[in-house]
């Protein structure tokens, strides 16, 4: 019987879907995270408020958070990466309706990777997400943040865990809910992740959660994920059939699977909350839309 427990960020409805091709439509995204609630899930992350030109795929976010169940039990995260994106957030709850519970903060890492992805030095990043965080909770929304690029930047190489964790410092002072690091580019590796983790959990003293969001371009996202764990992380970011990838990251693939945490958690006698049957079942439901297997190693081998 398992004693210790995790909570699940499935962030296949954004992350996931970004870097497809393929538009996806709102009427499917919605079936999607029908499916994902079904199996689970009560944390998603379903749309980012971002500019249709920077990233088609998101341009009905509007359209697919006035579609979404209201159901009091699930949390819904809209990403937002400058203070605009918050007043879209907000926008989605005017007139009553359940909108977006939580903005999903983000500033990176590295300087140029952060002037790609959302036009932001480290500094500026930091100046903005302040802004964001103090902006959304004076109106009444939940904010967490992520610090992206934090195990490797696409452009400059490796990133300082001294850069991440004064970034965390001034990102821990405005309280968020969490803080996550994210390995957006798959480069990280178990000893370098428990030692950053590690290190963010005694920064934060118990004060903030951590979360982590592992992607797995060199297969080391579900092992990085047990040493986030061994770490004192509780609250990890997974995608349905291990979609997704960053549009300004170059050669950057998916996340790490929903079903394939799942599974390690499970039998390691970590209690996830999630149906791991259901989790397959809504693999090969999303596959057949894509026409194509997903990359989720759990679900090719059920």
């Keep these: 019987m398992a004693t210790h427990s995790i909570e699940l960020v499935e962030v296949g409805p954004r992350d996931g879907l970004q870097n497809e091709a393929e538009i996806i439509t709102t009427a499917d995204k919605l079936a999607m995270i029908d ?9 998603l992350e379903v749309a980012s408020f971002v500019h249709p030109k920077r990233v088609p795929q998101m ?10 169940p ?3 039990d699930v949390t819904y995260i809209g990403l937002t990466l400058n203070k605009r994106g918050v007043m879209r957030g907000l926008a989605t709850k005017e007139g009553g309706k359940p909108g977006i519970d939580q903005a999903g903060c983000v500033l990176v890492a590295s300087d ?4 790609k992805n959302q036009g932001q030095t480290i500094a500026e990043g930091i100046a903005e997400n302040r802004d964001m965080i103090r ?3 004076s109106e009444g929304l939940r904010a967490q ?3 992206s690029a934090a195990f490797g930047c696409p452009f400059e190489g490796a990133v300082e865990p001294d850069t991440v964790l004064a970034i965390a410092e001034e990102m821990a002072a405005e309280e968020p809910e969490e803080i996550a690091l994210a390995d957006t580019i798959g480069v990280g590796v178990p000893s370098q992740v428990e030692d950053l983790f590690g290190r963010l959990g005694d920064l934060l003293g118990g004060r903030i959660p951590m979360r982590c969001h592992f992607h797995d371009t060199r297969a080391t996202g579900i092992a990085n994920a047990w040493a986030a764990y061994k770490a004192g992380v509780r609250i990890f970011d997974a995608s349905l059939g291990g979609l ?7 050669n950057a693939t998916g996340n790490i699977a929903t079903e394939d945490l799942i599974n390690m958690m499970e039998r390691s006698g970590v209690d996830t909350g999630i149906d791991l049957d259901a989790a397959i079942a809504a693999n090969r439901w999303f596959a057949g839309r894509l026409g194509r297997e997903l990359p989720s190693r759990v679900a ?3």
């Design 145 to 147: 943040v992520t610090i």
């Design 300 to 302: 090719r081998a059920a």
């Design 59 to 68: 341009a009905d976010a509007e359209e697919v958070i006035a579609g979404l």
């Design 35 to 43: 499916r994902m609630i079904g199996y689970g899930a009560r944390r």
């Design 244 to 250: 997704g990838g960053c549009p300004f990251a170059p």
């Design 135 to 137: 902006f959304a909770k």
């Design 112 to 115: 140029t990777f952060g002037q």
């Design 70 to 72: 209201d159901r009091s």
